[in-house]
């Protein structure tokens, strides 16, 4: 694994005043949690003057850009508590209704920049504490653990309704939670959200390892307790090309039965192994900053495991990413999706490897107009609004140009994120976009394309300059 520079990971930045005087005051007494509900009504101008204290750009359509990503996609999402969920929550929008892991990291890493959410955010995050303690309560030991990919109010339309919790949804998501807590603790130092995190988290790493590690190598798969197959694809990409053959097969380390049905997927994925080493580094780095030396300790050989099996069994030196890699012989699966370009985020490729992926994605394979496109642009598979078949994604670009950035590439990094702004200052912010025309998809101003605002805030596009006071 590549060791980026952290010394000011955790460091309280020292910064000048201002934070005081009435933005502030109204700022911090704007959403206490028992009025989370109201946020949605809050106006655009007042809006505007709450972020006025905290966001700073010389350019004036990337502020109203700002603005509008918080008046839609973070005050407009704002629930109050609703059973099962205890406490506020955070909703993608559309038809996604509930809580999901995906969005709520993106959703929490920007409502942290706001003064006086530590307790909104701390119960975000209680929710998904208190549905894991639920399902382990009625659950048998193997499935102990999991956080499910959303949590539904009981109110919720059919397939989105609390009520049906212990039936559906029956799967897990990208496991970013780890890392979602930690952006929030890089921004507001709450270590009562660390600490009150830290034995779920490790609880929900170790159900992931358990169950989506089958062979104990350090790669995972997708699955579902159902046995429905495209359940197992929404812990991923939904649509993604290297699944098209995915089946579910039995745990090879227990005995087929009630107990143990067509659950596990036959095939690894680069994008949720990634995800998950990424977060058990953000786990390492939250124990360390809440004194839990031992757990840190713990999970420690587990990502040097991950990233050793990632690099010998996934990379694909001739496409310049890693490959999908089926359970039997671990054969690759030969097309390259943008879930191979993601684990640089972690960290995962070597220098030389990070160095080959910059090449791939400076070339025709992935640079589109829009980039970067959900498939290789030359395979037959790709079309350029195909629903993770072509299209462009935020969140996948934001991960894979930061990575990109993290080992050195920042010029390829800052021209692919300057385009992608562009778009998005021009038709707004939208789930996903036609990777040749730019043309908004899906459901406008989901919840985890808010992260488009985080791409500028961490200055990947340096013409895109917006920063936190």
Known sequence: MIEFDNNAFFA?????????????????????????????????????????????????ALWQFAVSVYEHC????????????????????????????????????????????????????????????????????????MIANFIAPDSGPPGFTGKDWLTFPAYSQAPLLAWG??????????????????PHLEAFHDWYWRERDLDGIGLVTVGSYDGIVQHARYETYDNEVDLDTLKLTPHPGRKPGEQNGSWYGNIYIPANTGYLLLSEQSLIRLAEAAGEDALAARRRPIVARGTEAMRRHMWDEKQGCFLGACRDGLRKVATATIGGMVPLQAGIPTARQAARMARALAGPHWNTPVPLPSVDRLTAEYKSDGFW???????????????????????????????????ALKVGVSEHYDSQTGAPLGVPNLGMSAVLLTIALEGLSPRHAIRVA
């Open 12 to 60: 309280r930045p020292s910064r000048r005043r201002v934070l005081g005087g009435l933005g502030a005051a109204v700022l911090s007494q704007a959403l206490p949690p028992s009025m989370a509900g109201q946020a949605a009504s809050f106006g655009r101008n007042q809006i505007e003057k709450l972020l006025k204290p905290l966001l700073i750009t010389e350019n004036p």
């Open 74 to 145: 973070i005050f407009g999402r704002m629930q109050a508590a609703e059973p099962p969920l205890k406490h506020p929550w955070l909703v993608p929008g559309g038809i996604y209704v509930g809580q999901w892991i995906w969005d709520t990291t993106f959703l929490t890493d920007l409502v942290a920049i706001l003064p006086g959410q530590q307790d909104f955010i701390r119960g975000v995050y209680a929710n998904y504490w208190e549905f894991q303690q639920r399902w382990n309560l009625a659950k048998p030991d193997y499935a102990q653990g």
């Open 181 to 198: 807590v930690e952006r929030v603790y890089k921004r507001n130092h709450d270590l009562e959200l660390v600490r009150a995190a830290l």
């Open 389 to 423: 078949r072509g299209d462009v994604w935020p969140s996948s670009v934001y991960q894979t140009l930061e990575g990109l950035a993290k080992y050195g590439h920042r010029k390829l990094a800052a021209e692919q994120a300057g385009r992608l702004l562009d778009n």
